[in-house]
């Protein structure tokens, strides 16, 4: 769909593949665009369609991480814009080349996909602007954070903040999209244990007024992070248990009753018993 407005000046476009969301934030010296979508084909839709809205040229872009549905139309941004800065976690810029050529391998060895060949030519573009914990941009008489929360969705997850709208921008530390039944991203780079911590740092930048942008899926208030939290929590809690309990691994998803779908849980399972300290795991009884 087009660009619909959910606030003062900011905008979000939800598009069918991976029902990712692309969002404009508009201030005096133009946009900022937060997330290109997942090849140049696709981001040169989301410029048509930035230059149809008829808010102003792009200013700046953000990568809320580093996956290829958020950053792979940066070079497509660039073409239509100029040397835009690209905005992301140090973390995030760092990995973002490597996990481009992870899925362009993937694609690669699937021929079937409708989308293989534009993935696979598209060129990765790393953003070049990079912070640690906190930064702020000056959109032009507007200012926008860009915050690290902590580690989640991958290890260089942020979020924006637009204080003037109470505007939050989660990226996949938030997941709504019925595409995924709302289950959040629970990666081969993911931090589970983490990440309830790092919603508890995302909800205190909110209100109980606040318009909550996900990386997929419809905006959400506060409530509806408030519970995902409460869920993610569970599967942090479960993990810890089992493993101090002496659960196997590869048993744990049969062993107790979890707030998501098992087959979904699988990389969340092996990366929190690899993330827990040697003394968080017992040995399994012989």
Not at 65 to 76: I, K, L, M
Request: net charge negative.
């Amino acid at each position: 769909m087009p660009f619909t407005e959910v606030a003062d000046r900011i905008w979000v476009a939800r598009y069918a593949w991976f029902d990712v969301n692309v969002t404009l934030i508009g201030g005096g010296d133009g946009l900022l665009v937060v997330d290109t979508h997942a090849s140049a084909l696709a981001a040169q839709e989301v410029v048509a369609d930035i230059r149809a809205l008829g808010a102003g040229a792009v200013h700046a872009v953000v990568n809320t991480h580093e996956h290829f549905d958020h950053t792979f139309g940066n070079g497509a941004l660039r073409t239509a814009y100029g040397d835009v800065p690209i905005h992301a976690h140090e973390t995030a810029a760092a990995n973002t080349v490597a996990a481009g050529e992870r899925i362009k391998g993937l694609y690669d060895a699937d021929p079937a996909d409708p989308h293989r060949d534009e993935v696979r030519a598209t060129e990765i573009v790393p953003a070049e602007q990079t912070f640690s914990s906190a930064l702020t941009l000056d959109l032009g008489g507007r200012f926008v954070e860009l915050v690290h929360p902590g580690r989640g969705h991958t290890g260089g997850d942020l979020v924006v903040r637009v204080p003037d709208a109470d505007v939050l921008l989660a990226g996949d530390l938030v997941e709504e999209s019925a595409l995924r039944h709302a289950v959040p991203g629970f990666g081969a780079d993911c931090y589970p244990l983490e990440w309830p911590w790092t919603l508890d740092v995302v909800l205190g930048l909110t209100t109980g007024a606040s318009v909550v942008v996900p990386g997929h899926g419809a905006p959400v208030d506060r409530d509806f992070v408030e519970e995902q939290r409460n869920a993610i929590g569970i599967v942090a809690e479960n993990i810890r248990t089992l493993a101090g309990q002496g659960v196997p691994v590869e048993e744990a998803l049969a062993a107790t009753t979890w707030p998501y779908p098992a087959e979904e849980l699988g990389d969340a399972v092996r990366r929190g018993y690899e993330q827990l300290p040697r003394g968080g795991r017992r040995l399994p009884l012989a």
